[in-house]
């Protein structure tokens, strides 16, 4: 699986730099990104939702080793905790191996931030699939 690096995504979004990110940065995080103007203006839904997915994936990084990266067990808790409907419907006891084998680009047997958000865009994505199916078949 592919993932982004900085200078993919400023290509692919064409308008995307380090200070854009800096400024969608609302609310404080452990890396301190916090402006004046930030506790003025409430972020958009999808600058929440960018938000919650970096912290979500801090929450359970480092808490053994690299702190900004996933461990096998860091990647178990986290899907166990945040996507349990996702891994309890799943009957492959191997999933979590599977999931971190295809996740590690580098195999560096963890999972990074650019890593991680793979993972999600591909379920965001079966998921949107099903979505419009389920639509399609509605009639709608």
């Known amino acids: 699986m592919k993932t982004l690096s900085d200078s993919n995504l400023v290509s692919v979004c064409g308008v995307l730099s380090k ?3 800096f400024r969608l940065c609302r609310r404080p995080l452990d890396f301190g990104c916090l402006s004046p103007q930030s506790l ?4 958009t839904q999808l600058e929440g939702a960018m938000d919650a997915l970096i912290r979500v994936f801090h929450n359970y990084s480092g ?3 690299d702190k ?3 461990n096998k067990g860091e990647l178990k808790q986290l899907l166990n905790s945040e996507l349990t409907d996702f891994l309890t419907s799943q009957k492959d006891p191997m999933l979590v191996e599977k999931i971190m084998n295809d996740l590690d680009s580098n195999k560096d047997n963890e999972v990074d931030f650019n890593e991680f958000v793979v993972l999600v865009a591909a379920l965001t994505v079966a ?5 419009q199916e389920q639509q399609k078949n509605k009639g709608n």
Do not use: V
């Open 19 to 21: 200070e854009y990110a």
């Open 40 to 43: 003025i203006t409430m972020p």
């Open 63 to 65: 808490n053994e080793g």
């Open 68 to 70: 900004f990266k996933l």
């Open 127 to 131: 998921c949107n699939d099903f979505f």
